[in-house]
């Protein structure tokens, strides 16, 4: 069976920081692009950072650029989301997902880890 498990969130002050992890089981993404994603509570899921197969390119929302750094460790089949200068409005579910033709596939959507940004 194949999963995404994202571990690594928690509560952190405004200005703090955080790792979140992205662990694949049940096959490999070593090929694949990666995303992660963030839903706050009244909002849609939505992409906020990306990376190649090879880590070699990045892309970010406007929303988190030059605060969030995405990376890969594709022989530990990892995906990791470093939170920097965090703000109260980046609470949310962070999630992250294989990315097909720029899009998630819906089977692997995991239960996702919880980041509060206390003010």
């Known amino acids: 069976q194949v999963q995404l498990v994202e571990f690594g969130g928690g509560l952190v002050q405004a200005g703090g920081s955080l790792r979140l992890s992205c662990e694949a089981s049940g096959r490999t993404f070593s090929s694949d692009a990666m995303g992660w994603f963030r839903q706050a509570p009244g909002n849609e899921r939505g992409l906020i950072a990306r990376?190649?197969?090879?880590?070699?390119?990045?892309d970010y929302a406007a929303s988190v650029k030059g605060r969030f750094t995405i990376s890969r460790d594709n022989a530990k089949n990892l995906v990791y989301l470093q939170l920097n200068s965090l703000k109260p409005e980046d609470t949310a579910v962070y999630y992250c997902?294989?990315?097909?033709?720029?899009?998630?596939?819906?089977?692997?959507w995991g239960q996702g880890t919880q980041v509060t940004v206390s003010s």
């Open positions: 997902n294989v990315l097909v033709d720029g899009k998630p596939l819906d089977k692997y």
């Open positions: 990376i190649d197969w090879s880590g070699g390119y990045t």
